[in-house]
């Protein structure tokens, strides 16, 4: 380490804080916090090792700052982001690339010199009257195969407080690590407040640095774009493990109760706001993890842990016939940071679909809120963000998988592809082996946008393994690892896809929310091939027999012969179209498909036209 950087150290810390850092031998974190130390100039610094106290410390900070305020329930409290600033900047997220480099074009970037020296220049003196926290914590169960060391550096005690309720202390994990430079490193400052929230808006970026595994965030507070452990490191893990020979996948892990006491693992890749939490919490059932998982390949087995261990939840729509679980962890007392929402005058929480009696006022994200309020344009203001979020602690669900904190993690035994789908998709189907499933599913999903809210049929978007907005790796690359992933594996997964927003021709939905209790349940006993399926052009389907007494045995309910034709018929036209789109994708707009790729969609294709010409557009699935 330099005297210089020593010299910063000595000077900005307290005492104690000073120990902390040295007590850990690395010069490279070192190096790093007097960096950023000397180039954000903050008013004074906080070491958080994973002492109670210093926990505490930072919960307190939270609510002194104002950046939180209480609640009426014991450990509630409520964090609003900037109007402007309530979901990932896309458009201003960017890999910092070297002028020569080949970097997939499709992946947003920005030469790398002129990068730093933009990302540098906002971040000059951007702490100052601040406290800057440093923050450790591990991505993946501690001292595991899977562990990855995080330091955050951020001047939000917001971010801080919200990072120890979703992920793992570090500090042990830097202790272990002997002095090495193999961790991630993230920083943020949330920039000049005004009225409590990021004022340069304008001057929101996040720019992530691959080769050096550190990501910059500035001006900005939504935690998609500043929790460096969640979408910021998924990027930089999705490289690393490319480099290293394992997945980074933008699914939930759950456990499925089977017969005998039996519990088998899925994963379950989703686009944003399609269902993956609401799967991974269904009653009855073991989660594990709602958004990312890390798989690798340990003695011939696909093994996944959860990268985090809390949820940052979409809150809109919760309510408590649909969501029972989530809906006694938010009206529990305990540690909850609801984020975007209404509080009331009773400084309770409401969101948009709490319940049908909406308050008359409260405070929301766009200040004080009352019925009919509206914004600059004319357009009513909703009582709540439709990404208004919570953020909680896995420990306070209650039925949280005993093997969340494993560090071997779990045994795949299924993987699930689900995406927004009113025309195309059947409600559950299997592949009919790993590269069908990886292709035909997984590197095939699409999700139409909420558009309908405008008045216009949904968008389809193409979004491979719900993954799209965080590959740091070429697309066709990244196919490429998920394909060749199970060469080692004996016995791979079954791959499923799931589809729960079908439709019929009136545009009413074709399923209830609690079907997906009786997909899970099918695909469980599939991986042991434990019941029948029917062969379809694209993949295999339920019996209806199985089904009827799976609805009987889990939801009490007559399933009838009509619901289960309009469900399962095959639509052939519009898997036809789904496979031109998602060709000219791959041929056009992806430069490194593997041909693979185009060999299985084409088979598929001639499946579905022989069945056509024998049996017409639309099969009826007790015609196989
Ligand atoms: C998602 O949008 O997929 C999320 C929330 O999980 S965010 O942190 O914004 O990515
Ligand atoms: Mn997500």
Same mark, same amino acid.
């Given at each position: 380490m330099n005297e210089n950087n020593e010299q910063i150290l000595k000077q900005k810390?307290?005492?104690?804080?000073?120990?902390?850092?040295?007590?850990?031998?690395?010069?490279?974190?070192?190096?790093?916090?007097?960096?950023?130390?000397?180039?954000?100039?903050?008013?004074?610094?906080?070491?958080?090792?994973?002492?109670?106290?210093?926990?505490?410390?930072?919960?307190?900070?939270?609510?002194?700052?104002?950046e939180e305020k209480k609640l009426k329930m014991d450990g509630h409290t409520i964090h609003f982001d900037g109007i402007d600033d309530q979901a990932r900047d896309k458009a201003n997220t960017k890999y910092l690339v070297e002028a020569d480099e080949n970097f997939d074009?499709?992946?947003?970037?920005?030469?790398?010199?002129?990068?730093?020296?933009?990302?540098?220049?906002?971040?000059?003196?951007?702490?100052?009257?601040?406290?800057?926290?440093?923050?450790?914590?591990?991505?993946?169960?501690?001292?595991?195969?899977f562990s990855i060391p995080c330091v955050q550096i951020t001047d939000s005690a917001y971010i801080a407080h919200s990072e120890i309720l979703l992920y793992r202390q570090g500090y042990k994990e830097f202790k272990r690590m002997n002095g090495s430079n193999n961790f991630f490193k993230f920083v943020h400052s949330e920039g000049e407040l005004e009225n409590g929230v990021s004022k340069n808006i304008d001057k929101r970026r996040v720019y992530i640095d691959i080769k050096n595994n550190l990501v910059y965030s500035v001006n900005t507070q939504y935690g998609g774009n500043t929790l460096g452990l969640k979408k910021l490191a998924m990027r930089l893990a999705i490289n690393k493990g490319s480099n290293e020979g394992w997945l980074t996948?933008?699914?939930?892990?759950?456990?499925?109760?089977?017969?005998?006491?039996?519990?088998?693992?899925?994963?379950?890749?989703?686009?944003?706001?399609?269902?993956?939490?609401?799967?991974?919490?269904?009653?009855?059932?073991?989660?594990?993890? *709602?958004?990312?998982?890390?798989?690798?390949v340990i003695d011939g087995k696909i093994r996944a842990v959860n990268v985090e261990k809390g949820i940052f939840g979409i809150i809109a729509g919760i309510n408590q016939k649909d969501d029972p679980v989530l809906w006694q962890v938010l009206n529990s007392p305990g540690e909850i940071i609801f984020s975007n929402i209404l509080v009331t005058e009773n400084n309770e929480p409401f969101w948009e679909g709490k319940s049908d009696t909406i308050p008359e006022k409260g405070v929301n994200f766009s200040g004080e809120?009352?019925?009919?309020?509206? *914004?600059a344009s004319g357009k009513e203001i909703p009582v709540s963000h439709k990404n208004a979020r919570f953020t909680a602690s896995l420990d306070s669900v209650p039925n949280v998988d005993e093997n969340l904190h494993n560090p071997a993690g779990v045994v795949v035994g299924g993987i699930?592809?689900?995406?927004?789908?009113?025309?195309?998709?059947?409600?559950?189907?299997?592949?009919?082996?790993?590269?069908?499933?990886?292709?035909?599913?997984?590197?095939?999903?699409?999700?139409?946008?909420?558009?309908?809210?405008?008045?216009?049929?949904g968008i389809r978007k193409f979004n491979p393994m719900s993954n799209l907005d965080f590959l740091s790796i070429p697309i066709?690359?990244?196919?490429?690892?998920?394909?060749?992933?199970?060469?080692?594996?004996?016995?791979?997964?079954?791959?499923?896809?799931?589809n729960y927003f079908l439709k019929d021709?009136?545009?009413?939905y074709l399923n209830d929310k609690w079907d997906k209790r009786v997909w899970l349940k099918w695909m469980e006993l599939r991986c042991y091939n434990e019941v029948d399926a029917i062969k379809t052009p694209t993949g295999l389907i339920p019996k209806y027999s199985d089904l009827k007494k799976l609805f009987k045995e889990l939801l009490s309910s007559e399933y009838s012969e009509e619901s289960y034709i309009k469900q399962f018929?095959?639509?052939?036209?519009?898997?036809?179209?789904?496979?031109?789109?998602?060709?000219?994708?791959?041929?056009?707009?992806?430069? *490194?498909?593997?041909?693979?790729?185009?060999?299985?969609?084409?088979e598929q294709k001639q499946r579905l036209e022989k069945f056509r010409n024998e049996l017409g557009d639309y099969i009826s699935p007790l015609q196989l």
């Amino acid at each position: 380490m330099n005297e210089n950087n020593e010299q910063i150290l000595k000077q900005k810390l307290r005492k104690e804080d000073y120990t902390i850092i040295k007590n850990l031998n690395n010069v490279h974190l070192e190096n790093f916090i007097s960096d950023y130390i000397k180039l954000c100039n903050p008013s004074d610094v906080f070491v958080c090792d994973d002492s109670d106290e210093r926990i505490s410390f930072i919960r307190d900070e939270a609510v002194n700052t104002g950046e939180e305020k209480k609640l009426k329930m014991d450990g509630h409290t409520i964090h609003f982001d900037g109007i402007d600033d309530q979901a990932r900047d896309k458009a201003n997220t960017k890999y910092l690339v070297e002028a020569d480099e080949n970097f997939d074009k499709n992946l947003n970037q920005i030469e790398r010199n002129q990068g730093i020296e933009e990302i540098k220049g906002i971040m000059n003196n951007i702490m100052n009257g601040h406290r800057m926290y440093i923050m450790f914590f591990c991505l993946g169960p501690q001292n595991s195969k899977f562990s990855i060391p995080c330091v955050q550096i951020t001047d939000s005690a917001y971010i801080a407080h919200s990072e120890i309720l979703l992920y793992r202390q570090g500090y042990k994990e830097f202790k272990r690590m002997n002095g090495s430079n193999n961790f991630f490193k993230f920083v943020h400052s949330e920039g000049e407040l005004e009225n409590g929230v990021s004022k340069n808006i304008d001057k929101r970026r996040v720019y992530i640095d691959i080769k050096n595994n550190l990501v910059y965030s500035v001006n900005t507070q939504y935690g998609g774009n500043t929790l460096g452990l969640k979408k910021l490191a998924m990027r930089l893990a999705i490289n690393k493990g490319s480099n290293e020979g394992w997945l980074t996948e933008h699914m939930f892990l759950m456990g499925v109760n089977g017969p005998n006491g039996r519990k088998t693992y899925f994963t379950g890749a989703f686009p944003s706001a399609c269902g993956k939490t609401s799967t991974s919490m269904i009653p009855g059932e073991r989660i594990v993890g *709602d958004d990312i998982s890390y798989l690798r390949v340990i003695d011939g087995k696909i093994r996944a842990v959860n990268v985090e261990k809390g949820i940052f939840g979409i809150i809109a729509g919760i309510n408590q016939k649909d969501d029972p679980v989530l809906w006694q962890v938010l009206n529990s007392p305990g540690e909850i940071i609801f984020s975007n929402i209404l509080v009331t005058e009773n400084n309770e929480p409401f969101w948009e679909g709490k319940s049908d009696t909406i308050p008359e006022k409260g405070v929301n994200f766009s200040g004080e809120w009352f019925k009919g309020k509206k *914004d600059a344009s004319g357009k009513e203001i909703p009582v709540s963000h439709k990404n208004a979020r919570f953020t909680a602690s896995l420990d306070s669900v209650p039925n949280v998988d005993e093997n969340l904190h494993n560090p071997a993690g779990v045994v795949v035994g299924g993987i699930i592809y689900g995406g927004r789908d009113s025309d195309t998709s059947v409600p559950v189907e299997e592949s009919f082996d790993w590269v069908h499933g990886i292709i035909t599913k997984g590197a095939s999903l699409e999700s139409e946008t909420t558009a309908a809210t405008l008045g216009k049929i949904g968008i389809r978007k193409f979004n491979p393994m719900s993954n799209l907005d965080f590959l740091s790796i070429p697309i066709g690359k990244y196919i490429k690892n998920n394909l060749d992933f199970v060469k080692d594996v004996e016995n791979p997964p079954k791959i499923f896809s799931v589809n729960y927003f079908l439709k019929d021709n009136n545009g009413d939905y074709l399923n209830d929310k609690w079907d997906k209790r009786v997909w899970l349940k099918w695909m469980e006993l599939r991986c042991y091939n434990e019941v029948d399926a029917i062969k379809t052009p694209t993949g295999l389907i339920p019996k209806y027999s199985d089904l009827k007494k799976l609805f009987k045995e889990l939801l009490s309910s007559e399933y009838s012969e009509e619901s289960y034709i309009k469900q399962f018929t095959i639509r052939i036209p519009e898997q036809l179209n789904k496979l031109d789109r998602i060709m000219d994708i791959y041929k056009n707009k992806v430069s *490194d498909t593997p041909d693979i790729l185009f060999n299985v969609l084409e088979e598929q294709k001639q499946r579905l036209e022989k069945f056509r010409n024998e049996l017409g557009d639309y099969i009826s699935p007790l015609q196989l």
